[in-house]
């Protein structure tokens, strides 16, 4: 997918995370499903990993696996409203997730909204500090609210957690251009392409 906007970075949901297994028929059928689904996302193949948690959740309606990963493929369809209410009723049966308030996130980074999306990433953030993706979709946020100087700290910390991460030097870049610090952004542009040969995003930027 071609990134959004202003040749940032698009936000990516959170792929699925290990699961909490329950020892009843119908769970330990649901975790099947749900792994299952996870397989089909890894291979690309939305629609049927869809149908596996759809599965899931009718065997397990109590499961924030389920529909949390099923958000995260919703997104991948770009089905963003959709996504948003699984990922809703994820945070609604496991509240202390941080993946889950990621998720959240995203998908209304996605659909346009991002001072909410910037309440549930600092809800990701407080129960995940290192949380290198919430800060970097933090610092995204932010820039669409054209709020650049406090996108950088953001960055910052996205790049301390993970120092070879070349969409967080591009998007750094792209922030500190718009608040005309170009000789520090083309720095990070550099840096970006340097990290990852035949960035487009970053060898744009550096052409502007």
């Not at 995370?17 to 996870?38: E, L, M, Q």
């Not at 629609?47 to 109590?62: K, N, R, T, V, W």
Request: a negative charge; proline letters at 6%; hydrophobic letters at 35%.
């Amino acid at each position: 997918m071609r990134p959004m906007p202003d040749d940032l970075s698009e936000p990516q949901a959170c792929p699925p995370a290990p699961r909490r297994v329950a020892g009843s028929g119908d769970a330990i059928a649901a975790t099947s499903s749900i792994d299952r689904g996870n397989a089909l996302q890894k291979l690309d193949r939305h629609e049927e990993a869809l149908a596996s948690y759809d599965q899931a959740i009718a065997l397990d309606p109590g499961s924030a696996d389920a529909f949390n990963d099923r958000g995260t493929v919703l997104q991948e369809l770009q089905r963003y409203d959709e996504a948003l209410a699984s990922h809703d009723r994820a945070a609604t049966l496991r509240p202390d997730d941080a993946r889950v308030y990621y998720n959240q996130g995203t998908a209304l980074l996605n659909l346009g909204r991002p001072e909410e999306a910037l309440a549930r990433y600092d809800r990701a953030i407080s129960f995940d500090p290192l949380h290198a993706d919430a800060h970097m979709n933090r610092g995204l946020a932010l820039q669409r609210l054209q709020r650049y100087e406090e996108s950088l700290s953001n960055y910052d910390t996205a790049i301390a957690l993970d120092p070879g991460w070349a969409d967080a030097y591009n998007d750094r870049g792209a922030a500190l251009q718009k608040l005309q610090r170009h000789e520090e952004a083309l720095a990070n542009y550099d840096k970006a392409a340097a990290l990852k040969p035949g960035c487009a995003d970053a060898c744009f930027n550096q052409g502007n």
